[in-house]
């Protein structure tokens, strides 16, 4: 696997964006924020019931955040907080706006309880001709070196 690595992530609660430091960290990889033309609310239920029914209509909001100079990054990162067992709709509109074709695709997600849900399976379905790497899946806030080390190692970047 190429050595350059590119990591994009939505975090609302800060801990994907815990993830993907980590993960910049070990690789030596290029941190991108996804960052929504209008901030989520920041209430629990009121964001859980908008997720619903964003997910459910298939919305995909604008994002402030441009990436630059994709095609100098054989590998990216695409991390996620796990929302009604899927990918948040900023990650969704990211997927959908840049060709990740022949790329490694490497998804991340934090979660509450309920794992990957069917992340890997919607980021596959939203770059069918890049290699969808397995999941690297971490409960809440607790990500540590040692996980993201193994899930390095995993998927053949470390």
Same mark, same amino acid.
Request: with cysteine; proline share 6%; net charge positive.
């Given at each position: 696997?190429? !050595?350059?690595?590119?990591?994009?992530?939505?975090?609302?609660?800060?801990?994907?964006?815990?993830?993907?430091?980590?993960?910049?960290?070990?690789?030596?990889?290029?941190?991108?924020? $996804?960052?929504?033309?209008?901030?989520?609310?920041? /209430?629990?239920?009121?964001?859980?019931?908008?997720?619903?029914?964003?997910?459910?209509? =298939?919305?995909?909001?604008?994002?402030?955040?441009?990436?630059? /100079?994709?095609?100098?990054?054989?590998?990216?990162?695409?991390?996620?907080?796990?929302?009604?067992?899927?990918?948040?709709?900023?990650?969704?509109?990211? $997927?959908?706006?840049?060709?990740?074709? =022949?790329?490694?695709?490497?998804?991340?997600?934090?979660?509450? =309880?309920?794992?990957?849900?069917?992340?890997?399976?919607?980021?596959? !379905?939203?770059?069918?001709?890049?290699?969808?790497?397995?999941?690297?899946?971490?409960? *809440? =806030?607790?990500?540590?070196?040692?996980?993201?080390?193994? *899930?390095?190692?995993?998927?053949?970047?470390?």
């Amino acid at each position: 696997m190429s !050595k350059k690595f590119l990591i994009v992530y939505y975090s609302h609660s800060s801990n994907t964006c815990k993830l993907a430091k980590l993960i910049a960290e070990e690789t030596g990889g290029t941190i991108c924020e $996804l960052v929504p033309e209008k901030a989520y609310p920041d /209430d629990y239920n009121t964001i859980v019931e908008q997720a619903k029914q964003e997910i459910q209509a =298939g919305f995909r909001p604008e994002l402030k955040t441009k990436v630059n /100079d994709l095609a100098s990054y054989a590998t990216v990162f695409v991390g996620t907080p796990n929302w009604c067992s899927t990918i948040a709709p900023p990650v969704a509109t990211f $997927l959908e706006s840049y060709n990740l074709s =022949g790329k490694n695709v490497a998804p991340f997600c934090t979660h509450g =309880g309920g794992g990957s849900g069917y992340i890997e399976v919607t980021i596959k !379905k939203l770059c069918p001709n890049a290699a969808v790497r397995p999941i690297l899946s971490v409960y *809440g =806030g607790t990500a540590k070196d040692s996980q993201v080390e193994s *899930g390095l190692k995993k998927i053949g970047v470390k």
